[in-house]
């Protein structure tokens, strides 16, 4: 059984972005249409973004013509509570998450058969997890709901692990990660946002809430976890937010986009041996979060300076 659990109010703060603490902390609600799963037909699953726990399916999933994402039924009935609301001087049925106590929307009696429900739900509340993560990020219990989906391995598994982080422009941190004796291969793309399938022209504009990340897979016999983030932490400026060189903007952020409680512990600690080590003057701001989507970047930004010799970089290895 997962520990889901609502975190103290700081830790809410430091983990959503504005509009998302507005939704689930204060009961706001987001613009229709406007906002990220609204129009999101891929196959998975939602959950709570500040509990994580489970609770809508695709399957469910209907367009209603309203703008916001609406869903016929909850995924697991248990993790879903209603509320009586007068807020606006007429009487509506809340929605809220029943671990994390997050505010996700409104219940109304218009919506398909055979429910008759409609579950008018704000992508701010939620996380998307698509169904070949599943068990990749600990709902392999939903798996079975979607067997058309090739199921992503975990974190580790018998041959090779997944690491994503996020330190500036890909281009550089893509070429130095590459040579790196157990690095199996090393992928370009974007995490860490609200928009599904986001393209480069979204994520430049640094209003998507992407990072500009790469997704690592490497031996873990022949290099650790440990290894690579000890790696990481030289190749870029990891006390810099938003920003690397002359690239400003949240999608040049420094983070760790943890797949497990292990990789999270593991990040957590070597975060704080190079913040002791007082090799960087100022204190070190890299995020150390949950691995959310991954979108994989456009062709040319794969292997770009592999396929461009002397092109952009402002990555290199500290002593």
Sequence with gaps: MNDYRKPNDEEIKQKLDPEQYQVTQQCGTEPPFKNAYWNNHEPGIYVDVVSGEPLFSSLD???SGTGWPSFSRPLADTNVVEKSDNSLSMRRTEVRSAHGDSHLGHLFADGPAPTRQRYCINSAALRFVPAARLTAEGYGQFAGLFP????????????????????????????????????IDVEAGYTGGALANPGYQDVHTGRTGHAEAIKIAFDPKQ??????????????DPTTPNRQGND?????????????EQQRAVAEQVKQQVDQSK?????????IVAAGPW???????????????GGYTCHWLRD
């Design 279 to 287: 090799k960087w003057p100022h204190p070190v701001v890299t995020e």
């Design 295 to 309: 979108w994989p970047a456009e062709d040319y930004h794969q292997d770009y300076l592999q396929k461009n010799p």
């Design 223 to 236: 290099v650790s976890y440990q290894a690579l983030l000890g790696t990481f932490f030289r190749m870029h």
């Design 148 to 183: 058309e989906a090739k199921q992503q391995p975990t974190a580790t598994d018998s041959a090779r692990s997944t690491a994503i982080l996020a330190g500036g422009c890909f281009w550089g941190m893509e070429e130095i990660i590459r040579k790196i004796p157990g690095v």
């Design 61 to 63: 999933k209907f367009d």
């Design 248 to 260: 400003r903007g949240s999608q040049y952020r420094s983070a760790i986009f943890y797949l497990d």
